[in-house]
C-alpha cells in the first residue's frame, strides 16, 4: 500500500507535465494556424481595390473607330460614370440572355463598355464603339467590361450585412 501512495505522486507529476505539452502543442498549433490565415489573407485580393483599377482608364486601339466624322485611336471609359439605368438598359442589350444577373454576355458587355466610353467621350457614341471596334479591341474591350462587373459584384457583397 506504501508503494502506491509513493507512485501517486509522481503519477500526478507526469500527468501535470503531459497537459503542459499538451497545452504547448495547441499554443503552436493555433500560432500556425493564425500565421496561415494572415499569410492567406494576404494573398486575397481585394475587390474594391481591382474595381478601382479598371473601372476608368484608356484603350488604345488597334484600328481607329470613326464617329461623328472624326477618327479615334484611343477610347477613354468610366464605368463608375453609368447611372443605374444605363447599366441596366446595357444589361437589357441582349435579349437573347436568360434572366440571370450573375452572368455578363459578350454582347452585354460589350455595350457596357460602349455606354462607359460614351460617358467621358462626347463626341463618341456607343453604337459607333459597337459597330466600329475591331476584333481585337472588342476581345479587350469585353474583358474590361466583365472585370468590372464580376469584382464589382464581389464588393458590393462586402457591403451587404445582415441587421
Not at 473607330?65 to 444605363?86: M, P, Q, R, T
Not at 450573375?102 to 456607343?126: C, G, I, P, W, Y
Not at 466600329?132 to 464589382?152: E, N, P, R, W
Amino acid at each position: 500500500m506504501l508503494e502506491n501512495v509513493k507512485k501517486f505522486p509522481e503519477e500526478a507529476e507526469e500527468s501535470t507535465e503531459e497537459q503542459d505539452e499538451e497545452q504547448e502543442s495547441e499554443q503552436e498549433t493555433e500560432q500556425t494556424e493564425k500565421a496561415a490565415d494572415e499569410e492567406t489573407a494576404k494573398k486575397e485580393i481585394d475587390p474594391q481595390k481591382v474595381v478601382e483599377q479598371v473601372a476608368r482608364g484608356k484603350l488604345t486601339l488597334s484600328t481607329p473607330i470613326l464617329s461623328k466624322g472624326v477618327n479615334y485611336d484611343v477610347l477613354h471609359y468610366d464605368f463608375l460614370a453609368l447611372s443605374g439605368f444605363e447599366y441596366a438598359d446595357a444589361m437589357d442589350s441582349d435579349a437573347s440572355r436568360n434572366a440571370d444577373s450573375f452572368h455578363l454576355t459578350n454582347r452585354q458587355a460589350l455595350s457596357l463598355f460602349a455606354v462607359a466610353v460614351s460617358k467621358v467621350t462626347e463626341d463618341v457614341d456607343k453604337e459607333a464603339v459597337i459597330r466600329g471596334l475591331s476584333i481585337g479591341d472588342t476581345i479587350k474591350a469585353v474583358q474590361l467590361a466583365t472585370v468590372f462587373f464580376v469584382t464589382s459584384s464581389r464588393a458590393g457583397n462586402r457591403r451587404i450585412t445582415r441587421e
